[in-house]
């Protein structure tokens, strides 16, 4: 049983930061792999971000690899996704997603989502 509920969205010029937070609950956080994932309307769910269970390891779509940061603090039960120089193109719900064992891009291998958080990025 896992809860994650994400927050930090909102609306941002083009060139803006924001920074998203996933809280989790519910079981031990330092033994799930945690990614981000985004949907824009009528798009199927697009995979971000993805950190393992120690922080040790991140990977990143090429879409979004320079510009955004996955990070986490087990101590806080926390993943973040820092996003910097955003684009109109990120607008989407970003929805963060826990991995009990063999998820990595894939959004149907993540065991535990959130409801999302709205990215929205103006020109």
């Known amino acids: 049983q896992v809860q994650l509920v994400e927050s930090g969205g909102g609306l941002v010029q083009a060139g803006g930061s924001l920074r998203l937070s996933c809280a989790a609950s519910?079981?031990?956080?330092?033994?799930?792999?945690m990614g981000w994932f985004r949907q824009a309307p009528g798009k199927e769910r697009e995979f971000v971000a993805h950190?393992?269970?120690?922080?040790?390891?991140?990977y990143y779509s090429d879409s979004v690899k320079g510009r955004f940061t996955i990070s986490r603090d087990n101590a806080k039960n926390t993943v973040y996704l820092q996003m910097n120089s955003l684009k109109p193109e990120d607008t989407a719900v970003y929805f963060c997603?826990?991995?009990?064992?063999?998820?990595?891009?894939?959004?149907?291998?993540?065991?535990?989502w959130g409801q999302g958080t709205q990215v929205t990025v103006s020109s």
């Open positions: 519910g079981r031990t956080f330092s033994s799930y792999a």
């Open positions: 950190i393992n269970w120690s922080g040790g390891y991140t």
């Open positions: 997603a826990a991995d009990r064992g063999g998820a990595y891009s894939e959004a149907w291998k993540y065991d535990y």
